[in-house]
C-alpha cells in the first residue's frame, strides 16, 4: 500500500507533455478554431479568383462594416450555446430593439442616448423574461424563444405602427455604422492593443514562475502572438489605405474582447462553461445555475438589441422587415461555424468573428458576382452544415477519447 | 462519550472507543411514505479511521450518508459534530461543518480541466480586477495532488481526457482540498478496473493518515476488508452489526448483510 515511486523530473518531458497535449487536442476532437480559418482562407481563395475587386480594401472594408450587426448578435449566441441552449428569438428582439430605439428617437424626439438606452434595455428585459421562463418554469429554451420569435416580432409590428418605416435622422445614431476613425487612429489603436498582447504575455509567464509552476511552451506563446499581431496590423494597413477604421469594427471587436474576458479570465464565465458541460456538477460546487442562465439569456437579449441598433444605423432604417429574413439563421451559423460546439461547455467568442466572416464573406462575394438569393441561401446552408458536421465528428472522438 | 444505541450482541466496540467520535449520529429514524428507510440508527466515525458502511439494496445505506450530507432531514434523531449537538438543515450546514460528500456520478465537469474542477464554485479571484487568478489555483491544486500522491500527468488537461481511476481521484482531492475532515465515498471502486480500484483505494488510505474520518458505500468485500477498520452493516433501515476488521471474517459481514448464520454463505463479488 505504499506510494508508487515518484518519477525523476526530466529536462525533455515538458516538450513531450506539449507534444502529447497537442496530439490528444487534435485526436480527441479539440480543434477549436481551426477548420474555420481554413474554411475562410478557402472562400477568400474562391472569390478573389471569381472577382478581383473582392479582396481589395474597399471591399474588405465594407465586409466589416456589414458583419457587424450579426457578429453582434453572434456574440450573444455564443454565450447562450455555451450553457447548451439555444435563443430563437434574437431576430425579433434585433427587430424590436432597434425599432424602439427608432419611435423614440424620431416620433418622440428622444435624445439620442435615451433612446439607443431604450432600446438596449427592451431586449435585456426580454432575455430576462425568456431566462426566468426557462428556468421557473423547466420549459426547453427553444420553445420559449420561439414563443418570444412570434411574440416579439408583433411588438415590432405594433410598435412600428401605421407607417411601417421609419427613416432615422439623429446623426449620432447613424454615425454608428457610418463613421470612419482616421488611419492615424487606426495606428495608434493596433500598436496599443499588440502591446497590452504582448505585457499579458509576459506578466502571465512571470506569474507563472513565480508561483514556481512549470513554463507553458515559448515557442508555442511566441508564435501565436506573432500570428495574431501580423493579422492586427495586416487588418489596420488594408483599412487605412481606404477610409480608415470603422466604428462599426471597433465596436464589435469592444464587445467580443469585453466578453472573451469574461468567459474566460472571470468567475461568471467560468460558471457559464460548468453549467454549460454538467449542470448537475456545477449545482452540487454551490453555483447558482438558475442565476446564471437568466443571465445568460439577458446578455443575449441585450445583444440582439445592440446588433438590431447597428443594423439599423447601417441601412439608416428600420421597418417591418428588421430582424426578420437570415438574421437569426446567420447570427446562429456565425457561432457555429466559427467553432461554438451545439452540445454546451466548448467554444470561445472568437467564433462570433471569425463564423459572421465566414457568412459575411459568402453574402459579400456573391454579391459582387451579382449572386441571386437562390444560391446565396444554399452556399451558407452548405457551410452551415459542414461546420455542424465538423462539430458532431469532434465530439464523437471527444467520447471515444474521454472513456 | 455516551453510546444511546449499545452494540448488537457479540460484537466489541472499537478499539478507539477513548477518544470522541468525529462525526456521530444518534437514534436517526427516517419515514418516506410507508417505507420506513431508517429506524433508530446510531453511527459513528472517528479521526483517522475508516468505515465501511455495507448492506443489501434498500437497507438504508444510501439514506444515512444523505442525511450526513445534510440533503435528507431526519424525522429523528441528532447529529453530533465534534463532540457537540449540530442543527443540519441542508447541504450548506454539512458542507460547512466539513463534511464532504464523493457521489458516484463524480459531479466533475468534462470541459474544464482539473485545476478549475477542483475550484469550482470556489474560484479565487484577484483584485482590484476580478479576475480568476489562476496561477495561485494552479499551484494549490498541484500541492494537493502531491500530497494525495494523485498521478495526472497535466493538470490544465480537460477532466475528459482522464481515466475513471484519475477521475475519482481528483473528485476525492477536491474534498480535501477544501479541509474536509469527514469524506463520504459512494461506490467509489464501481465501475473501475483492478489497477484503478488499488489506486484509490491507495487514495483512501491516505485520506484516513491526513486524520480525515472517511466513510465509504461499497458493495465489494474485499476492497472493504482492504481498507475498512471497522465495518458497519444494516439491513432493512436498520443498523445489525458493526465489525472490527482484523477480528471478522467476510463470511460473518456476509451473514450479516443476509440475516442468514454466519458462515453459511460464501461472500461474493
Known sequence: ?403 | MTETGGWPEGHPPPASEARQPLLQLRGISKRFGAVQALSDVDFEVYPEEVVALVGDNGAGKSTLIKTMAGIYIPDSGEIWFEGKHVPVHGPRDSAALGIATVYQDLALSDNLDVVANLYLGREEVSSPLPLISEEKMEFRAREVLKSLDVKIPNPRNPVAALSGGQRQSVAVARSVMWKAKVVLLDEPTAALGVQQTKQVLELVLRLKHQGIGVIVISHNLANVFEVADRIIVMRLGKRVGTFVRSESSEEAVVGAITGAEFGKFKPQE
Open chain 1, 1 to 403: 500500500m505504499s506510494a508508487g515511486p515518484a518519477p525523476a523530473p526530466a529536462a525533455g518531458q515538458e516538450l513531450r507533455a506539449g507534444l502529447d497535449s497537442l496530439r490528444r487536442r487534435v485526436t480527441s476532437g479539440d480543434v477549436g478554431s481551426l477548420p474555420v480559418i481554413l474554411g475562410l482562407v478557402l472562400i477568400w481563395a474562391v472569390f478573389q479568383y471569381l472577382n478581383p475587386n473582392f479582396l481589395s480594401p474597399r471591399n474588405l472594408t465594407n465586409l466589416t462594416v456589414q458583419i457587424a450587426d450579426i457578429g453582434i448578435v453572434s456574440v450573444g449566441i455564443v454565450l447562450v450555446l455555451l450553457l447548451g441552449e439555444i435563443d430563437l428569438s434574437v431576430g425579433s428582439v434585433y427587430g424590436l430593439g432597434s425599432a424602439v430605439m427608432a419611435v423614440l428617437s424620431v416620433k418622440q424626439g428622444w435624445p439620442t442616448a435615451p433612446a439607443i438606452g431604450a432600446g438596449i434595455l427592451t431586449g435585456t428585459a426580454i432575455g430576462t423574461f425568456h431566462g426566468f421562463f426557462f428556468t421557473r418554469f423547466r420549459i426547453p429554451s427553444f420553445v420559449v424563444t420561439l414563443a418570444g420569435l412570434l411574440t416579439w416580432f408583433g411588438a415590432q409590428l405594433h410598435v412600428l405602427g401605421e407607417t411601417g418605416t421609419i427613416n432615422l435622422t439623429d446623426p449620432t445614431i447613424t454615425q454608428l455604422a457610418g463613421n470612419f476613425f482616421s488611419p492615424t487612429v487606426g495606428w495608434i489603436l493596433a500598436v496599443a492593443v499588440v502591446a497590452v498582447l504582448g505585457v499579458d504575455v509576459i506578466i502571465r509567464r512571470r506569474r507563472r514562475a513565480n508561483a514556481g509552476l512549470p513554463s507553458i511552451g515559448l515557442l508555442g506563446e511566441v508564435v501565436k502572438f506573432v500570428v495574431i499581431a501580423a493579422v492586427i496590423v495586416g487588418a489596420t494597413a488594408i483599412l487605412a489605405s481606404d477610409r480608415g477604421v470603422p466604428m462599426a469594427l471597433l465596436i464589435l471587436l469592444g464587445f467580443i474582447i469585453g466578453f472573451d474576458i469574461i468567459t474566460t479570465r472571470t468567475r461568471f464565465g467560468r460558471h457559464i462553461f460548468a453549467v454549460g458541460g454538467n449542470a448537475e456538477a456545477a449545482r452540487r460546487a454551490g453555483i447558482s445555475v438558475n442565476s446564471i442562465r437568466i443571465a445568460v439569456f439577458a446578455l443575449s437579449g441585450t445583444m440582439a438589441a445592440i446588433g438590431g441598433i447597428m443594423g439599423a444605423s447601417r441601412l439608416l432604417a428600420v421597418n417591418y422587415s428588421s430582424g426578420t429574413g437570415d438574421i437569426l439563421l446567420n447570427a446562429i451559423a456565425a457561432a457555429v461555424i466559427g467553432g461554438t460546439s451545439l452540445f454546451g461547455g466548448r467554444g470561445t467568442v472568437w467564433s462570433a468573428l471569425t463564423g459572421a466572416l465566414v457568412i459575411g464573406s459568402i453574402n459579400n462575394g456573391l454579391a459582387l458576382l451579382s449572386a441571386a438569393s437562390d444560391v446565396k441561401f444554399m452556399v451558407t446552408g452548405g457551410v452551415l452544415l459542414a461546420a455542424v458536421t465538423i462539430d458532431a465528428v469532434a465530439r464523437q472522438g471527444r467520447q471515444r477519447a474521454g472513456v
